[in-house]
């Protein structure tokens, strides 16, 4: 089953269709009232990002584990995590809202 990038207004969804009706559906489906800006069938079944590109480099402290233990230690108050994420990591506020939301949205 080939792999479809169907990119929204607000979104990019990376999904499995039959064909592009299929991946138009998934889309409509899980962001009604959203236009399809893009959509493209994917030259192979796998799907890469960059990390340099999410701002996460080699070398770098664990994202994820910082923003969790910011979160955990501000009990889920996401303003107060972002503080604390910006002030241990140095990182400003866009690119530490970032990490802080995403970790929420997991579930931390």
């Known amino acids: 089953m080939p792999l479809f990038e169907v990119e929204t207004e ?11 009706g299929n991946a138009t559906a998934v889309a409509e ?16 079944d796998s799907w890469v990002i960059s990390k340099g590109i999410l701002g996460v480099n080699a070398g770098t402290t664990d994202v994820c584990g910082q923003a969790r233990d910011c979160l ?34 997991i579930g931390w």
Do not use: C
Not at 10 to 20: G, K, L
């Open 29 to 44: 489906g899980s962001f009604p009232g959203e236009s399809i800006v893009r959509l493209t069938r994917r030259p192979r």
């Open 72 to 105: 955990s230690r501000a009990s889920g108050d996401k303003v107060h995590a972002i503080r604390l994420y910006m002030l241990e990591t140095g990182n400003d506020l866009e690119q530490s809202r970032k990490a802080i939301e995403s970790n929420m949205l």
């Open 10 to 20: 607000s979104h990019i969804i990376i999904t499995w269709a039959n064909d592009e």
